[in-house]
């Protein structure tokens, strides 16, 4: 066995999901700039589970261009705030004991053509075995999604789903 199986896998399925344990800051030449469209990767290997949500500045905060006043400055501080702390992004079964143990996020520039939002989140689960699914919690904070990109790979399971819906559980098996 690999001493580094999480890496072993992500590097394995690179092509298929362009997960890769680099930081957030390289993540930004990967993925799609596409307005409506949001990515969730999500790779569960032993007792880590990882979680990527990639999504546009349309979507988070509703626009792209400089904040204009005090409630769109506000609204940017807010998502980065969100982005960092990793909280009500992906929400799975309490059973499996997850505890977020790093976050990795760069704010986007703001006010020079697109942006993007990009926020990786690794957990530490203490029963992985109830990990039956996981659920995108972070579409509900966000706007105009019409259609999200999950990504998975986990014990014997490796797949795409598209949502078209902003609600809903993803099976992880
Ligand atoms: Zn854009």
């Not at 001493?3 to 590097?11: E, G, T, V």
């Not at 469209?37 to 349309?58: F, H, K, S």
């Amino acid at each position: 066995m690999s001493r580094y199986p999480l890496r072993a896998a992500l590097l394995s399925s690179l092509p298929l999901l362009g997960l890769t344990l680099a930081t957030a800051d390289e993540m930004h030449h990967h993925g799609k700039h596409v307005h409506g469209e949001v990515t969730v990767n999500l790779a569960l290997e032993g007792v880590t589970l990882i979680a990527e949500i990639e999504a546009t500045g349309a979507q988070v905060l509703g626009f792209e261009r400089a904040p204009r006043d005090t409630a769109e400055r506000a609204a940017v501080a807010a998502a980065e705030v969100w982005f960092r702390s990793g909280r009500e992004m992906i929400g799975v079964p309490t059973a499996a004991g997850c505890r977020l143990t790093a976050s990795a996020f760069t704010p986007p520039k703001i006010g020079s053509g697109h942006v993007d939002f990009r926020g990786r989140y690794t957990f530490t689960c203490a029963d992985p075995a109830a990990l039956a699914w996981a659920e995108p919690w972070a579409l509900r904070r966000m706007q105009g999604v019409e259609k999200t990109e999950v990504n998975i790979i986990a014990p014997g399971v490796q797949r795409q789903e598209i949502l078209r819906e902003t609600a809903g559980r993803i099976a992880l098996r």
